[in-house]
């Protein structure tokens, strides 16, 4: 079939020429395209913004950059291109919560705001643009594969076969999971230790107003948020609803970077905040946290409280689910008679399964000595949300062992198995006979790689 090569396509040519004048800071190379892809061109300077974003985000490369990197450009090229034709674009709000998260990603493995400017040679408003519209095109690529897989569904004879096809050396390993349910109790924390707490806060604002210090430098010696303390307290930006609704109220009320909030309670602790930059719906702001100490008198009755209440559950006197309900002081499993939910965010999916990893580590270490339906001693754990001494007693309310998958407990497992490789291969199919009618040239010098799809080279 003849291939016409568009306007779009030379004019691409011609703007990457003049770009290819201007030496780009990271590797003194010149900047030149280095794939072709149906009207768009992959410029060198595109794999190595992309090399710098996998590293900043911590995130590994398997195999050559320079050959692994491009092919994902193109490929994504490709859906874009589709997705046009489709009138397929991504929603926005999750661009915005997508790109929030990146670039606070940025700032939590690069330090701070001026050494991810000098790691990208970019101007922070710059590398958020470029986040945003990687971000965007990469949710538009989601959204365009869902619609080419989403009808497929498979049946249980096509489970079944698949797993009777299996060699017994490729049967998946299915790791010890555990369902739990929790209850806690938060020990009382005495008025003065509140005072204290406040004190503190009111003395290191003091301290800024007086210019004695700066709000960073005591953010780093003494905010319990160890996260943004090693960051001068620098939170990132966020839009409200990301933030504890106490915290955002008062964060995106200041107006005046020189001048300190109030102290604000939230389900952290006490905060005093200072802002650093307001950008339309999201906020940049300092903070230091610090949280009342517990005394151990207290801790010792709420251990003593939960103790007897399992003593009470053990004698039937109430169950669990009841106690959960009416005690816990756990807001996000107390609805649920106390069970812990397992939440996904890559694939947004909630499960009460765990495997013993993925559960809080104090709890994990508890439930690993116990049997189903038993219920554990009290004990006292950090919580992972919001970093609280807690005190709490667990019951393990299932446990199926680690195994080779079976169709009888496993069959949703390997149902999800074999209708992600039914996905995968209507992909595939999908870009081989892209490739063929889309003109594809690579420069000859990056040419030399095992690509994922072959097929690219002899498109040319």
């Known amino acids: 079939m003849k291939k016409f090569v568009s306007f779009r396509f030379v004019a691409a040519i011609l703007l ?35 090399r710098l974003d996998r590293l900043a985000n911590g995130m590994k490369i398997d195999g050559d950059p320079y050959c692994v990197l491009p092919e994902e450009i193109a490929i994504q090229k490709l859906f874009l291109h589709q997705a046009k034709l489709d009138s397929i674009n991504a929603n926005e709000a999750e661009v915005i919560q997508e790109v929030d998260f990146r670039m606070n990603m940025y700032l939590q493995n690069i330090g701070s705001r001026e050494k991810m400017e000098e790691y990208f040679n970019k101007t922070y408003s710059q590398i958020r643009e470029q986040v945003r519209e990687s971000t965007r095109d990469g949710l538009t690529v989601k959204d365009m594969q869902l619609k080419i897989v989403g009808d497929i569904k498979v049946t249980p004879s096509e489970v079944r076969r698949y797993f009777s096809n299996l060699p017994p050396d490729s049967i998946p390993y299915v790791p010890t999971q555990v369902e739990v349910q929790i209850i806690t109790l938060h020990p009382k924390i005495p008025i003065s230790e509140i005072d204290a707490v406040k004190q503190r806060l009111r003395e290191m604002t003091d301290r800024v107003n007086r210019g004695e210090t700066d709000f960073a430098t ?14 001068g307290g620098e939170m990132g930006f966020y839009g409200r609803g990301s933030l504890d609704p106490a915290y955002a109220n008062v964060a995106f009320s200041l107006n005046d970077p020189k001048k300190i909030s109030k102290i ?81 965010p890559q694939t947004r ?67 999800d198995i074999v209708l992600n490789k039914r996905r995968e291969e ?11 009618s889309t003109y594809v040239r690579i420069d000859p010098d990056w040419q030399k790689c095992e690509f994922k799809y072959p097929g690219w080279v002899r498109a040319n």
């Open 218 to 231: 005591l953010a780093r010696s003494y905010s319990e948020d160890r996260n943004s303390a090693r960051k």
């Open 426 to 436: 209507v992909l595939l199919k999908w870009i081989k006979e892209k490739q063929k």
């Open 16 to 50: 990457a020429t003049l770009a290819g004048t201007a030496t780009r800071a990271q590797d003194n190379v010149i900047d030149k395209v280095v794939w072709v892809v149906g009207d768009e061109a992959i410029l060198k300077s595109e794999v190595e913004e992309l």
């Open 349 to 415: 999916i909630s499960t009460s399964r765990f495997e013993l990893q993925d559960l809080p580590q104090d709890v994990a270490k508890v439930v690993n000595t116990m049997n189903v339906g038993e219920i554990s001693k009290a004990f006292h754990m950090v919580n992972e949300k919001d970093g609280k001494e807690v005190c709490a007693i667990v019951k393990l309310k299932s446990k199926i062992s680690g195994h080779k998958a079976t169709i009888s407990e496993d069959y949703q497992a390997l149902k």
């Open 264 to 344: 604000v309670e939230s389900e952290y602790g006490f905060h005093i905040i200072q802002l650093i930059e307001k950008r339309g719906d999201r906020v940049n702001t300092r903070h230091i946290l610090l949280r009342p100490y517990v005394p151990e008198a207290e801790m010792t009755a709420s251990i003593q409280r939960l103790d007897s209440i399992a003593d009470d559950i053990r004698a039937d006197k109430f169950t669990f689910d009841v106690a959960a309900a009416a005690i816990s002081q756990d807001k996000d499993t107390r609805n649920n008679h106390g069970l812990m939910v397992n939440y996904n």
